[in-house]
Each structure stands twice: as C-alpha cells, then as structure tokens.
C-alpha cells in the first residue's frame, strides 16, 4: 500500500501540511502504508497530469483542487482553490468531492497545517499533541503573525531557519527529508541534521543578498513597494524582505524570473498603521492567479515576462486608487 502526498511545494505550509497529513495517515488510515512525496508549484495555464497520481491512495494538502478520480483525499484553505468552474462545480456537487468525507476546504483559515489537524481530530480522532509545535508556527508563519518584520527577516527561531532551506532548496529529496523528520522531531532537532547545516550557511548568505538587491530594485509608488528582480536568481526570496525595507508601506508588487515561470507576487504589509482596502487574491484571480485576501500570485510563462510587468504595473495603479 502506498500513500502518495502532493503538496504547495518550496513553502513552510506546505511542507508542515504534508508533515501532519503523513502522521494523520499513519495513526488513523494505515501505519504500515509506504510515503511517497511531490512538491507542485503553480504555472501558467497549469493542469494536473494524470501521471502524478501514482499512489494506491493519493492526498493534495495546500493546493488547488484536482477532480480526477484517482485523487483521494484533499485540503485546502486558499480563496483560489480551483483552477476551474467545472472543478468547483465537481468538489460540491460529484460524489468524489466533498460528499466523499476526504476533500475539505475552509479559506477562513491561516495555515493548512492547522485546517489538516483540527479536521483530522474532529472527524478521525487524529492525536496532534506530538506536532503542537510545527501546527503553531505554521500558522505563525502563513498567517505573519510575527510580532514585527525584523523577527521575520532575520531568521533567528529554528522554523525560521527551515523555512528559509524550504523556500530556497530544489532538492525533491531535501525536502521529502524535512516532512519525514518533522513527523517524529522538534524544529530545532531537524534545524540540527547535517543535511539542513550543511546548507543552511549558502541559503542563508542568499538572502542577505535579496535583501540588497531587492533594495537596490524597490521603489516606493504612493502606498505600494514595486519592484522588479527578474534580472536575477529570485525564486523563493522572503514576502516580508519589502517590509522590512520600507515599513510605512501598505503593499508589496514584486516581478520575478525562474526557469519555469514569470511571477507577479502581490501583498499587504501585516505591520501597516493603514488598513487593507484590497482583497488581494481576487485581484490576482482576475489576471489567472490567486491566493488569500492579505497575499496572491500569478504566473506567467517564462516567455511572457513583458506581460507580467504590464500587469504588476496595472496593479501598483490600483492599489494606490
């Protein structure tokens, strides 16, 4: 038997989601079930190909619905959950959706990570007393419940550390390493394996360099940080690196550039003195992305990059309306 676990790859909830499905389904479903894992990243025009459903049983945590019917089991708790009319239709109306009793979505919560654990309590007695740790700080860090923009940009807790090597390594095997371990270990002992130390020092030198270049880039517009790094190797910088750089600003639009995508990345200062007059996934929705009200995304294709700074442009403007 094999359960095969696909999850919002390259980000903390994702990752912490994946962690406490596992242990939900060794405790509840099948202690003996063999884990396999996959990150899946958003695309322009994406599609889920059959292909990746290679499980006796397969569960999607923390990313967008899937109506095929080799897919078992789901959550979710992003505004953006379906990629269609149709697979929204087919979540609440087919027998294979939500009728099944394994496919839940509540976009009230913060992180994915606690939507998985209290559903799994309440509906199967899932005992989450051995993962309060990792559940928390997920939602400390999905939600930016950090107490100012230097805790999160400096990196100091162990789950700070974790999150900056899950955002930043693309080593599938890495992080398969890192949801197998925070099953069984504290954040700190898996903040402590050789194989997250050894890297930690390149990531971490990284991100110090984000910050300068993102501020060399930025430009405070009005109430919005705009800026545009395309020209380097961006993927995976720190949302809060534009806070942390300009506190008084109530937005964030950022441009990036990876082998796979363009990317427009939009978000609202959790530290702003003015209020959030914009929900931002629906924002992105209207140009084919998504999110939460507080943080969204597009992409684009690699080849539409000029596209892509046509839109940020185009959001910029209304954010300042």
């Known amino acids: 038997m094999k359960i095969k676990i696909l999850f919002h790859n390259n980000c903390f909830d994702g990752v912490a989601s994946a962690a406490v499905f596992a242990s939900f389904y060794r405790q509840c479903i099948d202690n003996n079930a063999k884990q396999e894992f996959e990150g899946l990243a958003h695309k322009a025009g994406q599609i889920f190909d059959e292909k990746i459903f290679t499980g006796d049983e397969n569960a999607i945590v923390d990313f967008k619905y899937c109506s095929s019917p080799r897919l078992t089991w789901w959550f979710d708790h992003h505004q953006s959950a379906f990629l269609s009319k149709e697979d929204e239709d087919h979540f609440h109306q087919s027998l294979q959706g939500i009728s099944c009793g394994k496919k839940f979505h509540d976009p009230t919560f913060r992180s994915c990570t606690k939507y998985i654990a209290q559903v799994a309590h309440e509906k199967f007695g899932f005992d989450t007393s051995n993962l309060e740790e990792l559940i928390e700080w ?3 860090i999905d939600g930016a419940l950090y107490p100012d923009a230097k805790t999160a940009v400096e990196l100091n ?5 974790l999150m900056l090597v899950i955002e930043s390594a693309r080593d599938e095997k ?11 270990l ?7 394996q050789g194989y997250v130390t050894e890297i930690i020092d390149y990531y971490y030198n990284r991100h110090l360099k984000a910050i300068d ?3 060399d880039a930025a430009v405070c517009n009005g109430n919005v940080v705009h800026f545009d790094v395309s020209g380097h190797d961006m993927e995976g910088y720190s949302k809060f690196i534009p806070y942390y750089l300009f506190p008084d600003a109530l937005y964030s639009v950022g441009v990036s ?4 995508r363009s990317k427009v990345s939009v978000g609202f200062n959790p530290w702003a003195k003015g209020a959030r007059r914009h929900n931002l996934a629906s924002i992105c929705e209207r140009f084919g992305g998504g999110g939460h009200p507080v943080v969204g995304a597009i992409s684009f294709s690699p080849k539409e990059l000029e596209q892509a700074r046509s839109v940020a442009n185009t959001i910029v403007t209304e954010l300042n309306s």
Not at 174 to 184: H, S
Not at 186 to 192: D, H, R
């Open 186 to 192: 504290s954040l700190q002992q898996v903040a402590s």
């Open 174 to 184: 890495l992080i398969a390493n890192i949801i197998r371990d925070l099953q069984t």
């Open 213 to 215: 270049i993102i501020k």
């Open 138 to 140: 997920a939602d400390i």
């Open 157 to 161: 807790a162990p789950a700070l550390k």
């Open 257 to 260: 550039l990876s082998s796979f």
